[in-house]
Each structure stands twice: as structure tokens, then as C-alpha cells.
């Protein structure tokens, strides 16, 4: 592998652009958004409509309680393990035509998702999605107003954040067990 960085294949001129108006998007950015949203959707379904959803949030919640209950917490776990896996390995392999592919990379992709969810508050989906809408408009304008400050505008926005809502925007406080 070495210090240089991979770039992955471009898929931008096999899928074209579209024009909006005045804007020209990239087919493939409109597909990663679709697939984002079809992804998140299907995700909040199985969370919130499924009986294995419904166990992971009993695990989640009260995991001695779901234990007691007869639920495999371990089975559990290990499921979850396994499509979080899947949906990084997903995640990377569809972003990864977007930006050249290091060794480094990993470190500035989680920088940014601790950021999603400490602004959005943990255990929140809607903070998440609140907080990555936070970040991405963030930086897009940090891009462009004052480049130099792109990484700085992301601290100060958590900051101020936990300043004044200190389990995140759309976070909660919980009661810890005794």
C-alpha cells in the first residue's frame, strides 16, 4: 500500500449530470443520497416495525431485563455487529470514488460521525440525521466562506452545541441504573 493514496474508479462520467435549474448535479451524488435515504428508511423500518428491531431496542434499553426475558443478548449483539459491518463496508465502498482512498482515512471519518452524533445527542436516529445535515451545511459553507477554518467550524458548532444542550439537540437525558 505504501504512504501515497488510492484513488477508487470514477463513476461520474458513466452516470452524467442532470440540471436543476442553474445547478448541475452529478448522477452519482443524486444515487448515494437515494441510497442513503433508502438505506436509513429501511433501517428505521426494521428498528421500528420488525420483531428482531423490537428485540434490539429491548437489548438496547434494559439489557438484564432482556436477558431475563429469554432474549439471546449475545445473538443480538452479534447480529447487530455484523450489519453494522455490512453497512460501513457499504458506506466506504460508495463513497470511497468521492475522495482518494488512504491509510489516514479512517481518522477523518470518524472526527465527523463523533461529530454527527454528539451534535444530533447519542442514542438519537432523528439527531443524527439532524446533526450529519448540521455538519454537511457547515462545512459546505466553511468551504466556501473560509476554507482554512473548514475543521474548526465542525469543533465550534459541537461546542456550542454541548454549551448549551449538553446531551445534543435532540438528545435526552438518561437515568443510570444503580
Not at 3 to 10: D, I, K, L, M, S
Not at 51 to 60: S, T
Not at 132 to 156: D, K
Amino acid at each position: 500500500w505504501g504512504v501515497e493514496a488510492r484513488p477508487a474508479p470514477q463513476p461520474y462520467s458513466l452516470l452524467g449530470t442532470t440540471s436543476v435549474g442553474p445547478l448541475l448535479l452529478n448522477n452519482y451524488d443524486l444515487a448515494l443520497i437515494a441510497l442513503a435515504l433508502l438505506v436509513g428508511g429501511v433501517g428505521w423500518w426494521a428498528l421500528t416495525r420488525t420483531i428482531a428491531g423490537k428485540l434490539l431496542l429491548a437489548v438496547i434499553f434494559d439489557r438484564e431485563m432482556a436477558e431475563a426475558c429469554g432474549i439471546n443478548v449475545r445473538r443480538v449483539f452479534l447480529v447487530t455487529f455484523l450489519i453494522g459491518s455490512v453497512l460501513g463496508a457499504l458506506g466506504g465502498a460508495s463513497t470511497a470514488p468521492m475522495i482518494s482512498v488512504s491509510r489516514g482515512l479512517g481518522v477523518d471519518v470518524i472526527v465527523l460521525a463523533f461529530a454527527v452524533v454528539v451534535i444530533g445527542g447519542l442514542g438519537s436516529i432523528p439527531g443524527a440525521l439532524l446533526g450529519a445535515a448540521v455538519i454537511g451545511l457547515s462545512r459546505a459553507a466553511a468551504v466556501h466562506l473560509l476554507p482554512q477554518a473548514e475543521v474548526f467550524a465542525i469543533y465550534l458548532i459541537m461546542t456550542l452545541v454541548l454549551i448549551v444542550r449538553p446531551y445534543g439537540l435532540l438528545g435526552h437525558e438518561r437515568l443510570r441504573k444503580v
